[in-house]
């Protein structure tokens, strides 16, 4: 019954897509299609609440789509219930806030169609219970996302991004192809049900994993695979942005979850090393990454990378005590993956939103033009802190509580008999705390430069406060950060039928515990209460500015401030961005970045200004992407010819390549 409540409203976002078309020339156009996405999204979310809660068995339904001998197979079970509440719940809070940032769209013709359409997408995606299905549904996601990112088509840069997202998401649909293609075996088994009964060799699980890593993992961002995102996320609609950054990429985790962790078989120990090398470079590079920006959509997407990166050391870790049998460590593991995975999806979302709400106010991405709105916005600028101190793993808020048990986690890796994990895992622990410091500091620098100090620009001095209904979107996801953060048991708890599933072991229950506290492992070793911390933060807060207004002088005093004798501060001469993170940039850059800073200082009685320049590279680009990029295009200059060939030689090329595929199955079945 969940199931078909679920498909029913996939069917119904489908719908919309054609309607938005038909109704693109009417005023009300954008409120029909936003609220009526916000409905179906809401009846999905409960309909997946309620299954997830109630721990109800799966749910399975064929229908005669698609392959004629094969058809169309979906499934509603634990892990995809718990990525239909994520998927969902992100689209109920992009369709609030685009019911008041749709009204400011410059073409929302070319959004309206594909963004029903997008979510339906995502929704199937994680529905689907056989290949062809899975396939098909990421492929169309991929192209729904790719119209949403170049509805804008007349900037150039918005373009180019679609381009190189349209080819770094045919990249990672080519991988999943070839991964469902080796867990089908020979004789083609593509359900999933088929897959986990085939029980693959050890051979075919790992190659699977390597395919998956590199498919699911090019979509949702791990490096070096990345380089999509901070070109995709900041040209899209800031509520598509939200999508993109906080659901789709959930979507990728998903599916390398469902391969790895129900299909691939039983994993072997060394899989967790791959997995957790990339995750710790993802992490920390997605940080200094974002550090570098002036951008705020920019800044917000490389911290997607970053937080991705997070997610994956807890698959990695969850994989590693799999594979050595203790399923108690591997269940804290994979329940701090799950975890940070719903998390990141409410912050991330709510910082977008914010991002949105400011380009809407004031026309500027670029932090260095911003400043000053904490007067004109100061309800965006509340929330919008509220998503930084909780990104930059902040008690009480949820950020923290999914960042303490990944370290929880990492805390248990001396068990572990594997020299190469003992001496890796902490490794990747240093790594995490690193970039759980560098991210409080960009977030810093975020809030500080783009709603602190005074207005850099006219445009910032003339901003107001958003329409209500984006407010109340970008609210309802700060209360959630709160209440995830506070109340983690309850959180922690509902995870459990998905960590039961796959890995055989959930944590223990929390939600019953004195003060609502979490004991991950046990009370002598570690516990943490989010209520506590909140009611002391309250009290203690209430208790100084009680003090300071009783007790403080009530003189005011109005003075001009310092400016090293000038009569009035120019706002230009504020710590800006870039200053904020030179010292940064001078200890990583050079090595991450090569950076380059040049300075020129005019000579004495010289009236120009002095200036400095600054150069970043991205290495990863310059060294992997612009080589093969120009080997392609050689290759494709001299495989040019074979469209000059003649009908005989079209004939003995083709009757080749058959004989090869011929002799390639005959050897493999």
């Not at 790895?260 to 990339?278: I, K, T, Y």
């Not at 990141?344 to 977008?352: I, P, R, T, W, Y």
């Not at 996801?477 to 953060?485: D, P, Q, S």
């Not at 295009?633 to 079209?650: D, K, P, V």
């Amino acid at each position: 019954m969940t199931l078909a409540v679920v498909l029913a409203c996939a069917v119904f976002l489908l719908a919309l897509a054609p309607l938005a078309v038909a109704v693109r020339g009417i005023q009300a156009a954008s409120p029909l299609i936003y609220g009526a996405s916000l409905a179906a999204s809401v009846v999905s979310l409960a309909a997946s609440l309620v299954h997830l809660l109630a721990a109800a068995p799966p749910e399975t339904v064929a229908l005669p789509l698609g392959i004629p001998w094969l058809g169309s197979h979906f499934r509603l079970d634990a892990l995809s219930a718990f990525f239909l509440i994520v998927v969902d719940l992100g689209a109920a809070g992009a369709s609030l806030f685009a019911l008041g940032y749709g009204k400011h769209e410059i073409a929302p013709g070319r959004v309206l169609p594909f963004y029903p359409a997008f979510l339906a997408a995502m929704t199937l995606v994680v529905l689907a219970d056989d290949a062809f299905s899975f396939l098909l549904s990421w492929e169309f996601m991929s192209l729904t996302s790719w119209a949403l990112v170049v509805s804008h088509h007349r900037l150039p840069e918005n373009v180019r991004a679609g381009y190189v997202y349209l080819i770094m998401a045919s990249f990672g649909t080519l991988c999943l192809l070839l991964a469902f293609g080796l867990l089908a075996g020979p004789d083609g088994h593509y359900t999933f049900a088929q897959m986990r009964a085939a029980h693959p060799s050890a051979a075919i699980g790992a190659l699977a994993l390597l395919l998956a890593l590199l498919g699911a993992g090019s979509k949702a961002g791990i490096v070096p695979l990345h380089v999509w995102l901070p070109l995709a996320h900041p040209a899209a609609p800031s509520q598509v942005s939200g999508l993109m950054s906080g659901v789709m990429t959930k979507v990728a985790v998903y599916g390398f979850v469902r391969i790895v962790f129900d299909l691939a078989g039983a994993p072997a120990w060394w899989w967790s090393m791959v997995v957790l090398a990339l995750a710790g470079i993802t992490t920390v590079m997605g940080v200094l990454y974002a550090l570098m920006q002036h951008d705020l959509k920019r800044l917000l997407a490389y911290h997607t990378v970053e937080n991705i990166g997070i997610v994956f050391i807890g698959l990695g870790l969850a994989l590693a005590f799999k594979a050595y049998g203790m399923p108690f460590a591997a269940a804290l593991a994979f329940t701090a993956a799950l975890l940070h995975v719903f998390n990141h999806s409410l912050f991330k979302s709510l910082l977008f939103f914010g991002s949105g709400a400011v380009l809407t106010a004031t026309g500027e991405r670029d932090m260095e033009h911003l400043g000053g709105l904490i007067h004109r916005m100061p309800q965006t600028a509340f929330v919008f802190l509220i998503g930084c101190a909780a990104i930059s793993a902040l008690p009480p808020l949820n950020g923290f509580v999914s960042e303490w048990l990944t370290f929880q986690a990492i805390l248990l890796s001396p068990q572990l008999p594997s020299w190469g994990l003992k001496l890796l895992v902490p490794a990747v622990g240093a790594l995490l705390a690193l970039s759980a410091a560098l991210a409080a500091a960009c977030f810093v620098k975020a809030y500080g430069v783009t709603f602190l100090g005074r207005p850099r620009t006219r445009s910032a001095e003339t901003a107001s406060e958003t329409d209500s209904w984006s407010l109340a979107a970008m609210m309802l996801l700060a209360a959630l950060c709160l209440v995830a953060g506070i109340l983690p048991g309850l959180f922690i708890d509902a995870l459990a039928p998905v960590g039961s599933t796959l890995i055989g072991a959930r944590m223990p229950v929390q939600s019953g515990l004195q003060w609502l506290s979490i004991i991950p492992i046990a009370a002598s070793r570690s516990s943490y209460d989010g209520l506590l911390v909140f009611l002391f933060m309250v009290m203690s807060g209430t208790l100084a500015a009680s003090a300071i207004h009783r007790f403080a002088s009530d003189r005011l005093r109005r003075a001009p401030a310092w400016d090293c004798g000038y009569c009035d501060l120019n706002p230009a001469a504020q710590y800006s961005a870039t200053s904020f993170v030179q010292p940064i940039r001078r200890v990583f850059g050079s090595v991450v970045f090569a950076a380059r800073e040049t300075a020129g200082m005019p000579a004495p009685g010289d009236t120009r200004p002095a200036w400095l320049k600054v150069e970043l590279r991205d290495l990863v680009w310059d060294c992997l992407y612009a080589p093969l990029a120009a080997a392609i295009e050689a290759a494709a200059g001299r495989l040019n010819r074979l469209q000059f060939l003649t009908i005989r030689q079209f004939l003995t090329l083709v009757f080749c390549a058959l004989v090869i595929l011929l002799l390639v199955l005959a050897v493999w079945s």
